[in-house]
């Protein structure tokens, strides 16, 4: 029973580390309550706290070193519920810009335990089946709060800030049920950059900015077209997510079948995901948008991680992913003030444009990487008739 609760401990804290993005579906709503502050300002909302993670992510790794893991976790926690669930007794828009940057300090206070934690206290097999949990603790974390916080924010718009009430229960099982992990010297002497690893993280960042996008407009475009409300936008964001879950699942599957056209058969859903976006008039669309996007999200991550823990040193696997989730989360900060100077210099700002823009980026690399895939083929077969 110990054993299972320290297992649902750990997951619990990974259950949190999409709830930054998922108050997304309550944009619309909170515009609405504001309505001098633009959508690029209102997108701050759910890009602030990635940028804020990043400095704090790597504040908590060297603060590890000198002070107990548990009590950095707890910390952050704290920080996490006041950001949180701060903004709901806000009256201007500004002090709720200024909680949703403590929310990204204890997110990225945290962040790094997520997979930390498993691998102070798992070894093996164990600890691979503890992993997998964690990115299905990952996706329905995403899922249900996405969900709630559109359903919410239909009652009232503060109200969409309860979801960061998931805290406490991580709070309290972290206090009960999470020991203090054994001090493990750590070897950073392999802890380098190289170009492969720096060429996967370049070109995740580049995804990242526009995948932040269907986040950043979606509640705009369905209000707009009067789609539905906050709810419709946080039930396309969940079936987005359940899409990625299910190719998760079937990743390594398709690598085995596939090998490196996985690539360009990511970006190609992407593409299409989307093209459907910046075309949609009914609902149905923007669903179909969505699970597109969700099929390429859920092929490409994993992608990603593997090609970057390909080309990093032996020892400096651990190191490489998280260069690869800091430059995610450089994506997703700088998203919104990309996308508006790119409305502003082409007169039109729009989620659909925006969408449109990213689907012809998008097409242009399947374009790119369906080349690379079938050229490597033909090289291969030559050499095997050679």
């Known amino acids: 029973m110990e054993k299972k609760g320290l297992k649902v401990a750990i997951l619990s804290v990974s259950f949190l580390l999409m709830l930054r993005l998922t108050i997304s579906p309550a944009l619309a709503e909170i515009g609405k309550a504001f309505p001098n502050v633009s959508q690029g300002v209102l997108m701050n909302m759910v890009a602030l706290p ?4 990043i400095p704090f992510g790597f504040l908590s790794g060297v603060l590890s070193n000198f002070f107990k893991k548990k009590n950095i976790l707890l910390v952050g926690l704290g920080l996490f519920l006041i950001g949180g669930i701060g903004p709901m007794f806000m009256t201007s828009f500004t002090p709720i810009l200024i909680m949703r940057a403590v929310l990204g300090a204890g997110t990225g206070l945290f962040l790094p335990f997520a997979a930390g934690l498993i691998a102070d206290f798992y070894t093996g097999d164990e600890r691979n089946h503890m992993l997998g949990l964690q990115s299905t603790a990952v996706a329905v974390g995403n899922v249900i709060t996405s969900i709630l916080a559109g359903v919410l924010a239909t009652i009232n718009w503060r109200a969409a800030f309860l979801i960061y009430a998931f805290g406490i229960v991580t709070l309290i099982l972290t206090v009960i049920r999470i020991p203090e992990p054994e001090r493990v010297e750590e070897d950073n002497s392999e802890n380098t950059v190289n170009a492969g690893m720096m060429k996967v993280c370049l070109a995740i960042m580049v995804y990242a ?10 509640a705009f475009v369905v209000d707009e077209k009067g789609l539905g409300d906050a709810s419709a936008s946080g039930f396309a964001t969940m079936l987005m997510t359940v899409a990625s879950i299910f190719m998760g699942v079937i ?53 990603g991680t593997m090609k970057v823990t390909d080309a990093a040193p032996l020892k400096a696997t651990t190191f490489a992913n998280g260069l690869f989730m800091t430059f995610v989360n450089i994506g997703t900060a700088v998203s919104p ?31 790119v990487t369906l080349v690379t895939a079938f050229m490597g083929k033909s090289v291969k077969v030559q050499e095997e008739i050679n």
């Open 337 to 367: 003030l990309l996308t508006v100077m790119i409305g502003r210099a082409f007169s039109n700002e729009s989620g659909q444009f925006m969408y449109m823009l990213s689907a012809i980026v998008l097409g242009g690399a399947t374009l």
């Open 50 to 53: 990635s940028l804020v993670a």
């Open 251 to 303: 990743f390594g599957k398709l690598v085995l079948k596939l090998g490196k056209k996985v690539l360009p058969l990511s970006l190609l859903a992407n593409t299409i995901g989307f093209l459907l976006l910046s075309v949609a008039n009914v609902f149905v669309v923007i669903i179909a948008g969505a699970i597109m996007i969700g099929i390429g999200f859920g092929l490409l991550m994993p992608y």
């Open 209 to 218: 900015a526009i995948y932040f996008t269907f986040f950043g407009y979606l």
